[in-house]
């Protein structure tokens, strides 16, 4: 059964650079049948994409992020990354990553999701 | 960009209760719309996907339907584990996805 799993900093100072990773178990981060997701949820609000990447590198971002975020994977690890730049308290909130079914998509299954406050 | 408008924001349902959730988007995305169940605390569970088809092991109670620009999502008989917060989620231009502001259903 496939699971994924984000680790990263809960506190980020304003400014700086939030990083999270998403480590997957149960299967191969390098299947041709999927993308690999981040999605994030303010304190109390609804979802917002962030990105997909493939795991050939291929991205798509969020037009509202994409001069601040940054997706890689890495198969050796079968593991993905995320990279918030300049990161303020409008970037607190929990961050999930999850599986995408391509072609035409949805998320499945999902990280447990961390919380990741910006604060100084 | 696909705008994705659920209404009601909330609703207050008993146990037993037909629930009804909408989801339209700005413009036609054919069926390529997704439902989530969210509970308090908890990572989003995919339900339906591709406007009507159930995800393995969800309750036949949970139904979807639409096409196009409106779709909803349908609890035939409200249980005490269904309240929580749906949310609908477009991928028309995949793998860009759009989520809707969620719809909370609250006991009555």
């Known amino acids: 059964q496939l699971q994924l799993q984000e680790s990263g900093p809960g506190l980020v100072k304003p400014s700086e650079t939030l990083s999270l990773t998403c480590s997957v178990s149960?299967?191969?981060?390098?299947?041709?049948?999927?993308?690999w997701g981040w999605i994030r949820q303010p304190p109390g609000k609804g979802l917002e994409w962030i990105g997909n990447i493939y795991y050939s590198g291929s991205t798509y971002y969020n037009a509202s992020l994409k001069s601040r975020v940054t997706i890689s994977v890495d198969t050796s690890k079968n593991q993905f990354s995320l990279k918030l730049s300049s990161v303020t308290a409008a970037d607190t909130a929990v961050y999930y990553c999850?599986?995408?079914?391509?072609?035409?998509?949805?998320?499945?299954?999902w990280g447990q999701g961390t919380l990741v406050t910006v604060s100084s | 960009d696909i705008q994705m408008t659920q209404s009601p924001s909330s609703v207050s349902a008993s146990v037993g209760d037909r629930v009804t959730i909408t989801c339209r988007a700005s413009?036609?995305?054919?069926?390529?719309l997704a439902w989530y169940q969210q509970k308090p605390g908890k990572a989003p569970r995919l339900l339906i996907y591709?406007?009507?088809s159930l995800q393995s092991g969800v309750p036949s109670r949970f139904s979807g339907s639409g096409s196009g620009t409106d779709f909803t999502l349908t609890i035939s008989s409200l249980q005490p584990e269904d309240f929580a917060t749906y949310y609908c989620q477009e991928a028309n231009n995949s793998p860009q996805v759009t989520f809707g502001g969620g719809t909370k259903v609250e006991t009555k």
């Open positions: 999850a599986r995408y079914h391509i072609p035409r998509g949805w998320f499945d299954p």
């Open positions: 591709a406007a009507s």
């Open positions: 149960g299967g191969s981060i390098s299947s041709s049948n999927y993308y």
């Open positions: 413009r036609g995305i054919s069926n390529w």
